[in-house]
């Protein structure tokens, strides 16, 4: 399984037409996503876990939270901020455990 594309990212926040503008707005809410996955679960958790379903929906959950509340402020989308960011702690939490074990079994097999 591939880590999401720009792509995904458009099928996922169900953008059906994407403009110069959008693209780049997208590429840059998934460039910070994958940053921001990096850095609650592990700076190799791409390597680790490569195929892991949770990590790549992170990703697009990121990237569509990133993309949709750019530049908004009101009461309604920090609602929907909220709830998406309850539902990522709970998605990260799972993903760290599995990165650690992981990282665990990588580490013993380094040491064979």
């Given amino acids: 399984m591939a880590w999401p594309t720009i792509d995904d990212a458009k099928a996922y926040s169900g953008i ?19 940053r921001t996955l990096e850095g609650a679960i592990g700076a ?22 990133l993309y949709s ?5 009101n009461s309604e989308s920090a609602k929907v901020s909220g709830a ?19 990282k665990a079994l990588a580490a013993a097999e380094g040491a064979e």
């Fill in 44 to 65: 190799d958790v791409k390597t680790l876990l490569p195929d892991y379903e949770t990590a790549h929906t992170l990703v697009l959950i990121y990237a569509d939270d």
């Fill in 84 to 102: 998406t960011r309850r539902m990522t702690h709970d998605l990260e939490e799972q993903a760290r455990m599995e990165y650690r074990k992981a």
């Fill in 16 to 34: 059906d037409y994407a403009d110069e503008m959008v693209e780049k707005n997208l590429a840059l809410a998934l460039a910070t996503a994958n």
């Fill in 69 to 73: 509340n750019r530049g908004v402020l």
